[in-house]
T-cell receptor
Framework: ELKVEQNPLFLSMQEGKNYTIYCNYSTTSDRLYWYRQDPGKSLESLFVLLSNGAVKQEGRLMASLDTKARLSTLHITAAVHDLSATYFCAVGFMDSNYQLIWGAGTKLIIKP | NAGVTQTPKFQVLKTGQSMTLQCAQDMNHNSMYWYRQDPGMGLRLIYYSASEGTTDKGEVPNGYNVSRLNKREFSLRLESAAPSQTSVYFC?????????????????FGAGTRLSVL
């Protein structure tokens, strides 16, 4: 079964702290996406990770991919309130004709 | 910069009514998608169209039909709405399907349609 699991599903943290969101997937994939969704809004692409060891950074967010462990991480450095949102990972599996299978999302609340 | 445009934004239906959700993209993308989003479940693919003239079932196609009208437009139809179809529906498009190359093939999303079936 093609599965994508995120944890934690909910995270409340203080501004200035660091934290990591994890995305595990069940079988071989050559690509992983991270998206952000603000409440009541659409989804916005953050990162695309296409190879083992890929690392992408944008501001306080950094994403990495370990294809051998079937794991991606989204690391938040010195969190600020504006990063409060729900973050999704999505994986493209060859077995699903490369249709994206989505994690359940991590709702991140950053308190001032 | 329209991107992906969905209509309507909100809709309330009674059980058994039918409706069509419209989606259009102006990015000259080949592939288009319909998802539904339910609380705590992420996005689930209903149908997709890899290219103009083709459509395929996704994870949860039952109760839905789609039409790829042309390269720009991809509509989703509920023939007889049921309360279980209460959800937020998103249309998305990408240059091509996600895999098999080094191209990013990012999916770009519309603003969503919030549908309630009573």
């Amino acid at each position: 079964e093609l599965k994508v699991e995120q944890n934690p599903l909910f995270l409340s943290m203080q501004e200035g702290k660091n934290y990591t969101i994890y995305c595990n997937y069940s079988t071989t994939s050559d690509r992983l996406y991270w998206y952000r969704q603000d409440p009541g809004k659409s989804l916005e692409s953050l990162f695309v990770l296409l190879s083992n060891g890929a690392v992408k950074q944008e501001g306080r967010l950094m994403a990495s991919l370990d294809t051998k462990a079937r794991l991606s991480t989204l690391h938040i450095t010195a969190a600020v309130h504006d990063l409060s949102a729900t973050y999704f990972c999505a994986v493209g599996f060859m077995d699903s004709n490369y249709q994206l299978i989505w994690g359940a999302g991590t709702k991140l609340i950053i308190k001032p | 910069n329209a991107g992906v445009t969905q209509t309507p934004k909100f809709q309330v239906l009674k059980t058994g009514q039918s409706m069509t959700l419209q989606c259009a993209q102006d990015m000259n993308h080949n592939s288009m998608y319909w998802y539904r989003q339910d609380p705590g479940m992420g996005l689930r693919l209903i149908y997709y169209s890899a290219s103009e003239g083709t459509t395929d079932k996704g994870e949860v196609p039952n109760g839905y039909n789609v039409s790829r009208l042309n390269k720009r437009e991809f509509s989703l139809r509920l023939e007889s709405a049921a309360p279980s179809q209460t959800s937020v529906y998103f249309c998305a498009s990408s240059e091509r399907l996600a895999g098999g190359s080094l191209a990013k093939n990012i999916q770009y999303f519309g603003a969503g349609t919030r549908l309630s079936v009573l």
